[in-house]
């Protein structure tokens, strides 16, 4: 019996988050202090996993099984592969980030925020790693009370407003999910007369061509919501606004990733003919969204808002280069994924560095920061260059690969997409611009402080990351490859191949 | 002469059922609702004993010994009720008892 | 042959670790950074030498190869992080580490005392690394690489000064415009790897597209247009973007809001060259289009033209040279587009030369006045500054085109090509013949409109007008001395093998008179009008009248531009912010809320506490239960 | 005159013996009553506990020893069915006498006679559960609905308290009526008001009309006890106005037993012609959530929000009875025991956050509660996540093992309409936490600590609340036996 | 029962029963249900249940109506000026009442007509219904005894002060 090291990752968080309830309300320093240990126990197992992952293997590894409700064939089911490796990692490791980021940012219920905050990290980490239909189901839903929370309890002034829209926009498409989800099991049922919710077993399914649309239908609006692709990103903006930092940058940095990552690994694999049928719907509301998102974002007066549209629009490319099916651009889509988490979380955490002292998040409200607090304004520098993916930096390799993989099936929706590359450029230069350069307009930002040394600690592990993605991303692409292809596979082949005898009982000895 | 067909007895009863029902529906006083309710179930009792006279089974005639001795039961509690909110309330009409409501 | 080397790599790696150093450790060692910045590049400098030297005695189509890691392997794709040096990038190499280190030993003195030394060396040396990557990259994305890192470096330099709003406005539209050239450059990339891609070619190394072109020669786009031409003509928009031909020149004039250093590095003698090199290194590439490459000249001789016409009205000194620049680069364009890349380069090198030796005497005049930019407001300065004066003399003869200077020699390359080349365009040839009288003119009128006559600043400037230090002056001497003999390296001839250039043959001795002719007069009118007889340009500036005033304001192509592409944008952005976003799209989610909302407000009066309203639902109830079977 | 032998029509008695050991208990509650006549005691709710707990022992067993025979000529069925809604109405029944302790501490109530009729009432339910005869159906109704009555207005120092037993009980005589004469009219089409006999009549004939116009009296009072749309009018002034204890008792007592006995005409008598009535079920199940929850979002009291939460929940569990399969069934089954808990949890809450002066059944009285009152406020996280359907509670396992039903038996409109809905009731719930979290509120409250077997309900519910919602193979297992034991 | 005397007798049954819904007085309501409990048991006898029959006199006119006029009187209760809960009420729920009388008319209409059987001996006496009513009807019988228990429990909790 090997030590069951996934496990171990997405529970560590939930019991950090018991043991954390159990401490006394005060001092809150100390309970910084064990929720920033408890989080990077998570961090920890997952560098082990990475440490011993075998790369090139486009399966499943470290998978652990164990039954649940056997009426429903429903096990506890965990695995890794090469795309869930990364963003698993990823938010392993923006959790430490938030939690010592909330150091200035939350003052009141510290216990409560860090405890929420935990619980979601075990929600998000068991959504990346469920290998089991109705478990990932668990842990997607999981994801949402404590977001809830965060949003609601600790954001800004209409953060109930935004914490409902949130949570009603999500379920709206994961219930009907759950409806998909459901009738997949039901089909599992009907060719082999037993329930599974396992994905290998929702895989050997063959879905009629009619069947596919409606399912994949169900699954992709869940999804869809998530990432958020237009039209329905309107509650991004909003939960995003209002969120405090730590909320921003998890919401950015990990579960728009959900979104995407479950148009990867379920939506599309699972329901091959209709993601091919309706991928130029997809593209087309995906470019629509990287143009749509940038506009707006150009013209919006509040960074936060600013830099939610801008995921709007980021998020896009990752859904072009998912739905152009080409091994080149899903392998960049996924990069980009973790570049957005990245250089959008860095975003949201400056953004939220500069309200903590000024209270307010108006561009017009900055100006000249450079000569008052030029530390801040390098970091900030980089982020927004990593965010408008210059080359040398992570965003630059994940952009360049899902357009290089577009263009050869969609020339159009490439050129149009590459508009968005310069629109980038002029929503966050202008930005940038704004409030950075440019002389000292409001007196008020003559006293800031520069960053603090926690502030630096939190932002170069993220920014350095930015650096390594940009400079040596073969190492990454080399675990991702093969489970992503692995993936494509099935979109490519003509009609789905029904699961062959040999290979359900290799699923079941 | 033949005898009267079950029919009959039942539009009978399916007439008086209805009456009861008008009258739970139209009367102010809930005492005369409570009358009206037991219109219906005696409308009922008379379809239960044609029914059972027409089947040639006892069973309806029981049911409606039953049905007796739950309308009694009802009575004393319903009656002890309606006196209580003439206490607290000082009306038995129905319309002037909506401060439940929406 | 190519030979395979580590040494490349530390050609990019010096300047990267001036970065690191002067963003870690610049404020606290304040006098290291000016060794340092400077230090590296010569560094550079030497290891780009050793190397060349490696090189020269070898045949002309060998190169030196630095493979350094694999950097992306994506699916079929793959770029790796490599380096190579062959005579064409050795040529540019050596002109970047060569003239930006003079131009780094000048800013030691130009910068002294400027707070931000520390930031602007950091910015200078990350210019550095980005332009070598640019130049010594061994495939189009790496130089990509490169390309938006000088443009992300032309950004920050332009900002420099960042208190002042149009430095920064300046830097920004700098990027910008470059983006959107750089957007058409990734859809070339695009089209040419996914067209190579069909044929299991998935890669932008340049030999390996240069082995594999027959691949592409018969490939047509989905519209039918064949390949090689549309990709080349989208790397002409990136090239128009880079190096600031039209329609994308817009943003150099505004980009002399940089320190004058900056200027004379990135916007004369390195980044702007961008565009030429990338087009002289995809040589084989525009040689399967003939169209693109027709286009490119036109562009070229076009942009040289109004920029010269432009750059006669301006008084502000530095926007004069940037015009200038503007025009010049259209020479070299032209003269990529006739088939003689070799010709493009050899400009480009004795370019560097004088136009930074222009702009570095520009900025020791702007020192030296204490930040005084217009025209109007110098005259006299030689008798002041007289190192700055004879070298910027030495400069205004090169770009005018006088024998024997460089510049003579390198135009005369061009129009030779065009106007007889194998493939050439006599017509644009005329043209250039004309830009280059306005050349001579124009810098003729901005040397002696500073250096002669009356000195127009006041009392107090004038007191205060001294020459620059020896640490500004001598690279100015050095700069100077390459300006005048760099005629004779023989650039064209080392290129040419390489570039398939065909050799064009003598000149014959009547253009070389006509050129010399038109530059010698262009200095004479300009000198007759300045300084002979100062108030005649007021006389035709007013008798022109609107025409004067047109091109004064540079065609007014900013406000053009404002109009058809900035405004709506931006009315187009909030349109879509407000308006779609805020009403249409998230008032059908709101909208949905208070239906369902006003729906329960209303469902809930219902319930109206009447026990006989609920009786008569209940009845209601029953009804339906009745009616759905007394119906079916 | 003939002797007459009764034994040969008492095969089987000990199928009677919970709800005779509950009748029993009530009994002994109010002769103690009597005799202690010390208004503190805690004599009583400890004796009522007791019974409960022994009638469910009793049950345990039986379940044991099933298959047992029917009892009493076949008017009484001791099938796991009947038990295990036996264990679950002991369940709640002993959840509600917990939880009233504390309440009847504060208010003028006559604790014996409460005590009494809780107990009353649940022997009703047991019978109306197990019932396998129309009369005796009935009657158990009538045993249950007139306790309930009387219970609802018992705290008559309250006008509302009052007002609400006459609504009940004049709306509840006004469905006896209807419920009567379809029992009326199902004798007359078979000829007997035994289950079986009904069934066999059914498959022997047919629909008749006369079985039909049964069927829909009889949904009629079905409907008025279970509260479907359009007989759920009642339910929130009732729910409003009753003590909340009581209103708890209703939400889950009432509701499980009615729907257990609806479940078990609807299925063993009729399950022959079910064409018949499934799409009359699929409209009043849509029509049911659909009004519950649309009309729960504008509510401004915690308490009546739940009423109509509760109409909602009645409709989802409706979907079990339309799909009618045995995963349908035993969804059903399942639903309605994860229901108790969920709700008793939240009256519980609702409950502790009340004084007797106030009883803090506005929205606006719950602001900020959540962070003031750590437990409670968790609990009603938990109880809100569990209604909504949200995992990893029992109430998502319900809604999973619902609508997973109906989607296996080709409802999956129904399921998409089911989930719709649960969308519009995450809004109402949350806003509960809304209240609770994200506002500040300054109200100040008993200390959960001084009402420690309120406290030790509302744990138990979260318990159980949470541990269903994790591991809900075991019970959802009971809930398949029960139901294969139906048929 | 011949037809025309059902006939008579039901014309009185209903009016009797309208008279209960319609008088202002509770007290001519409270007479008028007794009129109709007693032209029930008329039926009752007509239909061979005699001992329903007694018993409908015995306990529901004699006990239960006796038990609403007591509360009547003690109540007080006078005729009041608005008998009815307003005008719309009353069309709605007439309109209502008459659809729900046809469908339910309609409905029996399509009922075949029972089979006759023929009566077995004793029928409707008081043993036959002893007969069955403690023998397959014994828990009914025995589940009353607890619906009573409740009832008194009930009452006295409802009228205790």
């Given at each position: 019996m090997q030590l069951p090291l996934l496990t171990l990752i997405v529970f560590s968080p939930l019991a950090g988050a018991i043991i954390l309830a159990m401490l006394?309300?005060?001092?809150t320093v100390g309970l910084r202090r064990a929720a920033f240990v408890f989080s990077l126990v998570p961090l920890a197992f997952a560098g082990w996993m990475l440490e011993r992952f075998q790369p090139g293997e486009a399966d499943f590894q470290f998978v652990e099984r164990a039954r649940w409700i056997p009426q429903w064939g429903i096990e506890y089911r965990l695995g890794v592969d090469g795309v869930s490796l990364f963003l698993v990692l990823l938010t392993a490791l923006l959790v430490p980030i938030v939690v010592l980021a909330s150091w200035g940012d939350i003052t009141r219920r510290v216990k409560e925020f860090l405890a929420f905050l935990l619980v979601l990290e075990t929600g998000m980490l068991g959504a990346f790693l469920a290998t089991d239909l109705f478990l990932f189901y668990v842990f997607w839903e999981l994801m949402l009370v404590p977001m809830y929370f965060l949003i609601g309890v600790w954001g800004g002034a209409r953060r109930v407003y935004a914490a409902v829209k949130f949570v009603l926009f999500t379920l709206v498409g994961s219930l009907l999910m759950l409806i998909a989800i459901l009738y997949c099991a039901w089909r599992v049922q009907a060719e082999s007369g037993s329930f599974a919710f396992g994905y290998d077993r929702f895989l050997a399914v063959p879905f009629t061509a009619r069947e596919q649309l409606y399912l994949f239908t169900a699954f992709a609006l869940a999804f869809a919501i998530k990432v958020p692709l237009f039209p329905l990103h309107t509650w991004l903006p909003d939960a995003h606004v209002e969120a405090p930092t730590g909320g921003s940058v998890i919401l950015a940095g990990v579960l728009l990733k959900m979104g995407t990552y479950g148009f990867l690994r379920f939506a599309m694999p699972l329901f091959p003919t209709a993601a091919e049928t309706l991928a130029p719907v997809v593209v087309a509301l995906a470019v629509v969204g990287i143009v749509y998102g940038a506009l707006v974002a150009t013209v919006q007066p509040d960074l936060k808002k600013l830099v939610a549209y801008s995921s709007v629009s980021h998020l896009g490319f990752v859904m072009l280069g998912l739905f152009v099916f080409t091994e080149t651009s899903a392998a960049g889509s996924v990069y980009q994924m973790l570049n957005h988490g990245l250089s959008t979380g860095a975003l949201f955490l400056l953004v939220g560095m500069i309200y903590e002292r000024r209270h307010t998040r108006l561009i017009a409200d900055f100006g000249g920061l450079w000569s008052v607090i030029p530390v801040y304004a390098s970091f900030f520098l980089v982020a927004m260059l990593a965010s408008v993916g210059l080359p040398g930096l992570n965003g630059f390799i994940g952009e360049f690969l899902i357009l290089l993989g577009a263009f050869g099936p969609r020339p159009w929706a490439t050129a149009v997409a590459t508009s968005g590359v310069v629109l980038a450029a002029l929503y966050l230069l202008w930005m940038y611009q704004r409030v950075v350069f440019g002389p000292l307009t409001h007196l008020e930002n003559a006293g800031l402080r520069d960053l603090s040394a926690r502030e630096i600690a939190v932002l170069v592990p993220v920014l350095a990351l930015c650096f390594v993605m940009g400079l040596y991303p073969a190492p990454f692409f080399r675990r991702m490859e093969p489970s992503i292809n692995k993936m494509l596979a099935r979109l490519r082949a003509p009609a789905v191949v029904a699961a062959t005898p040999s290979a359900e009982a290799a699923l079941h000895p | 002469m033949s005898p009267t067909p079950l029919a009959w007895y039942l539009g009978l009863s399916a007439v008086l059922f209805t009456v009861g029902v008008l009258g739970v529906l139209v009367r102010r006083n809930v005492i005369i609702i409570f009358m009206a309710i037991e219109i219906m179930l005696n409308a009922v009792n008379l379809a239960f004993v044609a029914i059972a006279r027409s089947l040639g089974s006892m069973d309806g005639q029981v049911m409606v010994f039953f049905v007796m001795t739950v309308a009694a039961a009802e009575a004393a509690v319903g009656l002890a009720i309606i006196l209580a909110v003439f206490r607290s309330r000082e009306t038995t009409n129905a319309d002037e008892l909506m401060s439940l409501r929406w | 042959m190519v030979i395979e080397t580590t040494a490349l790599r530390w050609i990019i790696a010096l300047p990267a670790a001036g970065v690191l150093f002067h963003l870690f450790l610049g404020a606290r060692l304040p006098r290291a950074v000016k060794l340092v910045g400077p230090g590296v590049v010569a560094a550079a400098f030497a290891v780009v030498v050793t190397s060349a030297l490696q090189l020269f005695p070898l045949a002309p189509g060998a190169a030196l190869h630095d493979r350094v890691y694999t950097w992306i392997v994506a699916g079929p794709f793959r770029a790796d992080a490599a380096l190579r040096l062959d005579a064409l990038s050795a040529i540019m190499a050596l002109v970047v580490t060569g003239v930006g280190f003079l131009i780094h030993v000048y800013s030691v003195g130009y910068m002294h005392g400027d707070r931000g030394i520390a930031r602007f060396f950091a910015y200078l040396n990350l210019f550095m690394t980005a332009m070598l990557i640019l130049v010594l990259a061994d495939n189009l994305l790496l130089l990509f690489v490169g390309w938006e890192g000088v443009g992300l470096c032309s950004y920050l330099l332009i900002g420099f000064w960042y208190d002042k709003v149009e430095n920064a406005a300046a830097g920004k539209k700098a990027f910008l415009v470059n983006r959107i050239g750089d957007a058409g450059f990734l859809l070339g990339l695009f089209l040419l790897v996914t067209t190579l891609g069909t044929h299991g070619v998935w890669t932008l190394d340049v030999t390996a597209i240069e082995q594999h072109l027959s691949h592409l020669a018969n490939a047509r786009t989905v519209f039918g247009w064949p390949v090689p031409t549309v990709v080349c003509l989208l790397f002409l928009v990136g090239a128009t973007g880079k190096s600031a031909q039209i329609p994308l020149y817009v943003w150099l004039p505004d980009a002399m809001a940089g320190p004058t250093p900056v200027s004379a590095l990135?916007?004369?003698?390195t980044m702007v060259t961008a565009g030429v090199y990338m087009i002289a290194r995809l040589h084989a590439l525009y040689a399967l289009a003939p169209a693109a490459l027709v286009v490119v000249a036109v562009v070229g001789t076009a942009t040289a033209l109004l920029a010269a016409v432009i750059a006669i009205a301006q008084t502000d000194i530095k926007r004069v040279l940037a015009y200038s620049t503007v025009s010049q680069l259209g020479y070299m364009f032209l003269a990529v587009g006739v088939g003689a890349p070799a010709a493009a380069v050899f400009h480009l090198v004795t370019h560097a030369f004088f136009k930074a030796l222009l702009f570095l005497g520009a900025g020791s005049v702007i020192h030296g006045l204490g930040g005084e930019q217009d025209l109007e407001r110098m005259g006299g300065l030689r008798r002041y500054m007289p190192i700055t004066f004879w070298t910027m003399t030495i400069a205004t003869l090169a770009i005018a085109g006088v024998?024997?200077?460089a510049g003579f020699f390198s135009k005369d390359e061009i129009l030779h090509a065009a106007l007889s080349g194998p493939h050439a365009l006599p017509v644009l040839g005329v043209i250039g013949f004309v830009v280059a009288f306005l050349t001579a003119f124009y810098t003729g009128r901005l040397l002696f409109l500073a250096f002669l006559g009356e000195c127009r600043a006041s009392e107090e400037v004038q007191h205060h007008v001294h020459e620059s230090p020896a640490v500004m002056t001598i690279p100015l001497l050095v700069l100077a001395l390459l300006a005048l003999v760099g005629g004779a390296l023989p650039v064209p001839a080392t290129l040419a093998p390489l570039v398939g250039q065909a050799e064009a043959g003598e000149t014959p001795l009547a253009m070389l008179v006509l050129a010399s002719a038109l530059a010698l007069g262009g200095l004479a009118l300009a000198y007759t009008l300045y300084v002979r007889l100062p108030g005649l340009p007021v006389v035709f500036a007013w008798r022109l009248g609107r025409a004067y005033t047109l091109v004064r304001d540079k065609f007014r192509v900013d406000e053009l531009y404002d109009a058809l592409v900035v405004r709506p944008l931006f009315a187009l952005a909030g349109l879509v912010a407000w308006p779609v976003d805020q009403g249409i799209i998230d008032g059908t989610v709101n909208g949905l809320a208070v239906l369902v909302g006003t729906t329960s407000g209303v469902a809930r009066r219902l319930q109206t506490g009447n026990v006989q309203h609920y009786a008569l639902s209940f009845l209601f109830g029953a009804l339906l239960l009745l009616g759905y079977y007394a119906l079916r | 005159m003939t002797a007459i032998d009764v034994a040969a029509f008492t095969g089987h008695w000990e199928v009677a013996l919970p709800g005779v050991i509950v009748a029993a208990t009530a009994m002994l509650v109010m002769a103690v009553d009597m005799i202690v006549r010390d208004p503190d005691a805690d004599a009583l709710p400890v004796l009522g506990i007791a019974g409960l707990a022994v009638a469910a022992a009793a049950a345990v067993w039986l379940w044991g020893e099933s298959p047992i025979g029917d009892g009493f000529a076949s008017t009484l069925r001791g099938d796991r069915y009947a038990l295990f809604f036996t264990v679950l109405l002991c369940a709640g029944s002993a959840l509600t006498i917990l939880m009233s302790v504390d309440f009847l501490r504060e208010h003028p109530l006559p604790r014996g006679e409460y005590f009494a009729l809780v107990l009353l009432a649940t022997t009703g339910m047991i019978f109306l559960a197990a019932a396998n005869d129309l009369i005796v159906l009935f009657l158990a109704l009538e045993i249950m609905s007139v306790a309930v009555y009387v219970l609802t207005g018992m705290?008559?120092?309250?006008?509302r308290s009052i007002e609400a037993a006459l609504k009940y009980f004049l709306l509840g005589a006004f469905a006896t009526g209807f419920l009567l004469y379809g029992i009326a009219f199902f004798y007359a089409a078979a000829g007997s008001t035994r289950l079986g006999v009904i069934a066999g009549a059914v498959a022997h004939d047919g629909a008749r009309p006369f079985m039909i116009l049964g069927l829909a009296l009889v949904l009629v009072g079905f409907g008025f006890k279970v509260a479907l749309a359009p007989f759920h009018v009642w339910t929130p002034d009732v729910y409003e106005g009753a003590p909340t204890a009581v209103t708890a008792f209703m939400a889950v007592g009432v509701k499980a037993a009615a729907f257990a006995a609806f479940a078990r005409v609807v299925l063993a008598a009729l399950g022959g012609i079910a064409v018949r009535w499934s799409g009359l079920l699929w409209i009043l199940a849509v029509l049911t959530m659909s009004v519950g929850n649309l009309v729960a979002v504008?509510?401004?009291s915690v308490k009546r929000m739940l009423a109509y939460s509760s109409i909602a929940h009645a409709g989802y569990a409706l979907i079990g009875l339309v799909v009618a399969t045995p995963a349908g069934g035993a969804a059903l089954v399942f639903y309605l025991a994860v229901y108790t808990f969920m709700t008793l949890g939240a009256f519980g809450v609702l409950l502790a956050l009340g004084r007797r002066d106030e009883p803090g059944e506005g929205l606006a009285d719950w602001a900020g509660v959540g962070f003031r009152h750590p437990v409670l406020g968790l609990s009603m996280v938990v109880f809100m996540l569990s209604l909504a359907g949200i995992p990893p509670t029992a109430g998502f396992a319900g809604k999973f093992y619902l609508f997973s039903a109906a989607v296996d038996a080709g409802y999956v409109g129904l399921a998409i309409i089911g989930v719709l809905n649960s969308l519009v009731s995450v809004y109402y719930y949350f806003g509960v936490l809304v209240q609770m979290y994200m506002v500040e509120g300054t109200r100040s409250l008993v200390p959960p600590g001084a009402r420690p077997c309120l406290l030790a309900t509302i744990v138990v519910a979260v318990l159980v609340t949470l541990l269903v919602g994790i591991l809900p193979a075991g019970p959802m297992e009971l809930a398949r036996e029960a139901f294969a034991s139906l048929h | 029962m011949n037809p025309p005397v059902f006939l008579l007798l039901a014309i009185l049954t209903v009016a009797a029963a309208v008279s209960v819904i319609a008088t202002a007085n509770p007290v001519h309501s409270a007479l008028g249900l007794v009129v109709t409990l007693f032209l029930l048991s008329v039926f009752f006898v007509a239909l061979d249940a005699q001992l329903v029959a007694v018993l409908q006199v015995i306990v529901y006119a004699g006990a239960i109506v006796v038990l609403f006029l007591f509360v009547v009187m003690l109540l007080n209760l006078q005729g009041e000026p608005r008998l009815t809960g307003g005008k719309g009420l009353v069309v709605a729920a007439t309109a209502a009442a008459l659809a729900f009388t046809a469908l339910l008319v309609t409905l029996l209409g399509r009922s075949a007509p029972a089979p006759s059987n023929t009566l077995p001996p004793g029928f409707g006496e008081t043993q036959a219904l002893a007969q069955r009513l403690f023998t397959s009807h014994l828990l009914a019988f025995e589940l009353t005894s607890v619906l009573l228990l409740v009832a008194v429990v009930g009452a006295v909790a409802l009228s205790r002060r």
């Open positions: 006394p309300r005060e001092p | - | 990135i916007h004369a003698a024998p024997p200077t | 705290l008559r120092a309250e006008p504008s509510q401004r | -």
